[in-house]
Each structure stands twice: as C-alpha cells, then as structure tokens.
T-cell receptor
Framework: DQQVKQNSPSLSVQEGRISILNCDYTNSMFDYFLWYKKYPAEGPTFLISISSIKDKNEDGRFTVFLNKSAKHLSLHIVPSQPGDSAVYFCAASGRLKNYGGATNKLIFGTGTLLAVQP | DAGVIQSPRHEVTEMGQEVTLRCKPISGHDYLFWYRQTMMRGLELLIYFNNNVPIDDSGMPEDRFSAKMPNASFSTLKIQPSEPRDSAVYFC??????????FGQGTRLTVV
C-alpha cells in the first residue's frame, strides 16, 4: 500500500510561471514532510521540509504548504526555471506500526517529473 | 565531505547470479537506508539501520534480499539469486536523524 502518493506522474510548465506539485498521504502518524529533487543519473537531493505544526514553509522560490485535515501537501515553485526540470519526490516521516510494534520511517512517493519549457 | 558513496554505479548480471551492492555512508551519520527506485513504486524503502543495527526490514521484498552493516562505515545489500524483476536503481542514503536523508548516486542494476 502506497502511504505517500503523488498522483501526477508528470507536469509541464512554461518558464516564469508557477509550478504546483501535489502529494497526498494516508497515515496521520506522519509528522514531518520533505520534498526532494532528482536529476537523471544522480541521487535525490533535499529541497525543503515542513513540520506538522506548521502549514507553510518558504525558501526562496520554493514554498511548501501542508493541509493536515486533508492529508495533503504541495510544493510551489515560482517563478519556474528550466533548471528546475527534474523528478520531484514527496517524503513523509513518522512513527508507523510494524510487526505489532512501531518504528520511525521515512517514506517516499512515486515522484512527479516536472518539465519547465523555455 | 565525499557524501554517500555507492559501488558499483552500474551492474549487469545474469539471472540466478549473486549481486552485492556496497555503500559507504557519511561519517557520523547514525542512520543508513537502502531504497529501490522503480517507475511503479517510486522510492521504496527496503531496510534501514540505526547504529549498525537493522531496525526495520519490512520493505525487503523476499528472502533473496539481505543487508548487512558490519561497521559504521560500510553496508551491503545482497540479492541471491537475482531475477530480472530485481532490475532497478538501488540507492543508499544516510542521515543523522530520521528527518531526512542524504543519498548516494545509486547503483543501476540490470538482471538479464
């Protein structure tokens, strides 16, 4: 079962416009959320994060919004640039049940390929 | 800081052969993760260690998969015997906490 879901496999945006990437999660035990960016043939790199006690975190052109009641977060990139073209992974961290106990986990989504057109 | 180092970068092997992927985490990081990237499941957590001890291996797909961390600077992920459906990119990552991870460049495994 996919506990972190990115329902859009791809997104195409014009340079200068806003890119909005979405992520949904199913487990209310997640309390920390992250976005990673991945270029081809490289490992994912950390972009921005947000704690469940906040609903917004901003870092330059990147803003992450968290809606806990909807179990939904989004990443806004504005203005979008061609260099932003990459796969974006949403991730969630929390203490999850496992084998009758519980362990802390960092779970990733399936990724969204963002293409920013010049 | 060299970051997380994985080897080999690419591995092509025949079905039924044993495959060993290697990882050197960032010094001082207490957590080490093994992830597998596929189109269908994205980045799938296979197993993670804390202070060299396996904490959660519920993501390991089958008994053909095993992982070890004999010391704080080295970990292996072994597949024996390998099958074509194991073809994927395998990432090792490390972190000082569970609030994120620093990834290596990955090993692209192709089983023919």
């Amino acid at each position: 079962d996919q506990q972190v879901k990115q329902n859009s496999p791809s997104l195409s945006v014009q340079e200068g416009r806003i890119s909005i990437l979405n992520c949904d999660y199913t487990n209310s035990m997640f309390d920390y959320f992250l976005w990673y960016k991945k270029y081809p043939a490289e490992g994912p790199t950390f972009l921005i994060s947000i704690s469940s006690i906040k609903d917004k975190n901003e870092d330059g052109r990147f803003t992450v919004f968290l809606n806990k009641s909807a179990k939904h977060l989004s990443l806004h990139i504005v203005p979008s640039q061609p260099g932003d073209s990459a796969v974006y992974f949403c991730a969630a961290s929390g203490r999850l049940k496992n084998y009758g106990g519980a362990t802390n986990k960092l779970i990733f989504g399936t990724g969204t390929l963002l293409a920013v057109q010049p | 800081d060299a970051g997380v180092i994985q080897s080999p970068r690419h591995e092509v092997t025949e079905m039924g052969q044993e495959v060993t992927l290697r990882c050197k985490p960032i010094s001082g990081h207490d957590y080490l993760f093994w992830y597998r990237q596929t189109m269908m499941r994205g980045l799938e957590l296979l197993i993670y260690f804390n202070n060299n001890v396996p904490i959660d291996d519920s993501g390991m797909p089958e008994d053909r998969f095993s992982a070890k961390m004999p010391n704080a600077s080295f970990s292996t992920l072994k597949i024996q015997p390998s099958e074509p459906r194991d073809s994927a990119v395998y990432f090792c990552a490390s972190s000082p906490t569970l609030r994120g991870a620093f990834f290596g460049q990955g090993t692209r495994l192709t089983v023919v």
